[in-house]
């Protein structure tokens, strides 16, 4: 058994998670003061989710093939992002958002002298101090993290290299810890590349370089071949893909929506046949029960990402 194909949720009391959503409550005018997180984060924050965040790379792309320009692409994978949080880096990043006073000291001392154990196959472990990390599943732990990584937008956009549409900069997409970087320019990709590596270095954070890739948008000589791009994350080589799953949606180097349509019908596939069990076949519920779920279950999920 792997430990590494394993991610762990943290369970708190039902006290805690009523404590942490008051906290929120309190903080996130704060945050909006600030204008924390930055715009082109797109998790978690109010009316974006990873549709906003795909539409956003698919227009952009769309944006340079349409005026006969090509167009580079970074996949990033954060390596187990929440459960590798620096603790003293985060309270220093959450006083510069404007968190302080006793709402700080309150974030501080909630994360000292935590004891933790794990439960597998009905079995606790020992008990053991955690040092480090936000813990995936509580309420405040995805705010924690914007907020550990929401710098790192800031520098990027200070490089000036990145994709701009009409008047509007977008040298990155991020979805909590995924995270995408566009550049017309190679020399672009890898400066910003370079800048995540220096970022990931100083804040304790991890990307998983062998996990990572990149694409190449428009520009048929380049699209295709053995070219070798040297395109590299901390010193290690970024696969070439020529199709990629982003946000959950199917993108391919010729934004094709053949690819995209296909996969979400075998979804929708896999979603009906999943509900024969309840009743959903020629001989089960009756045809208005049925309709009633094929449009309140099968058809959003074929349809999502494919507006």
Not at 91 to 102: E, T
């Amino acid at each position: 058994m792997d430990k590494n194909n394993y991610r762990d949720i943290s369970i708190a009391s039902q006290l805690q998670n009523v404590f942490e959503k008051i906290l929120f409550d309190r903080l996130y005018p704060i945050f909006k003061q600030n204008k924390f997180p930055h715009e082109l984060q797109q998790g978690f924050r109010p009316k974006c989710c990873s549709l906003t965040a795909a539409f956003t790379m698919k227009e952009t792309i769309s944006y340079y093939i349409e005026n006969n320009s090509c167009i580079y692409a970074a996949y990033l994978d954060n390596e187990k992002a929440f459960n590798g949080v620096w603790i003293t880096g985060l309270l220093y990043k959450l006083f510069n958002i404007g968190v302080r006073g006793r709402y700080w000291r309150i974030i501080k001392s909630s994360y000292q002298d935590i004891v933790s154990s794990v439960f597998f196959n009905g079995v606790y472990s020992e008990s053991y101090q955690i040092k480090q990390g936000v813990g995936q599943g509580r309420t405040l732990s995805s705010w924690m993290f914007l907020a550990m990584i929401n710098d790192l937008i800031a520098e990027l956009i200070s490089l000036g290299n990145g994709a701009v549409v009409n008047d509007s900069h977008i040298p990155c997409i991020l979805i909590a810890d995924d995270t995408s970087l566009i550049s017309p320019t190679l020399s672009g990709l890898r400066a910003m590349l370079d800048t995540v590596g220096e970022y990931a270095s100083k804040w304790r954070l991890k990307y998983n370089a062998s996990k990572s890739c990149f694409m190449i948008f428009g520009g048929k000589k380049h699209r295709y071949g053995n070219k070798s791009f040297n395109i590299s994350l901390n010193g290690t080589a970024l696969e070439r893909v020529f199709n990629v799953k982003y946000a959950g949606i199917d993108i391919d180097c010729n934004l094709r929506i053949r690819n995209a349509v296909s996969s979400r019908c075998k979804k929708g596939l896999t979603v009906v046949n999943s509900l024969a069990p309840v009743g959903f076949t020629s001989s089960g519920m009756s045809p208005s029960h049925a309709i009633k779920m094929w449009e309140k279950i099968v058809i959003p999920i074929v349809n999502c990402g494919l507006k």
